[in-house]
């Protein structure tokens, strides 16, 4: 079993800045890839950023030159610092994990519990 903790969201005027943290913890377990993803209200859940434990990083369109998300892989932490940040941004953000015991070679994916983010204009 894999926990996901966020933290680092908060209110935010447009133009500011957030980090958001999400740790990983549970036990035999290795990391495949890590991601950020937002639900705004009435809205379908959307992937914001990705990052393998090789360090490749993937972003959705409207987030590109504003959001950049990093690891360490030490700590089973990933980060999404967020910049420029635009009224359209306010969402719940949930961290995800994509995971595979080493003794099963089984994947699994786990979801955070969600971290709001609200950018006002």
């Known amino acids: 079993q894999v926990q996901l903790v966020e933290s680092g969201g908060g209110v935010v005027q447009a133009g500011g800045s957030l980090r958001l943290s999400c740790v990983a913890s549970g036990s035999h377990f290795r990391i495949n890839a890590m991601g950020w993803y937002r639900q705004a209200p009435g809205k379908q859940r959307e992937l914001v950023a990705t990052i393998t434990w090789g360090g490749y990083t993937n972003y959705v369109e409207s987030v590109k030159g504003r959001f950049t998300i990093s690891r360490d892989n030490a700590k089973n932490t990933i980060y999404l610092q967020m910049n420029s940040l635009k009224p359209e941004d306010t969402a719940v953000y949930y961290c995800?994990?994509?995971?595979?015991?080493?003794?099963?070679?089984?994947?699994?994916?786990?979801w955070g519990q969600g971290t709001q983010v609200t950018v006002s204009s």
């Open positions: 995800n994990a994509g995971v595979v015991v080493p003794t099963t070679l089984r994947s699994n994916s786990y």
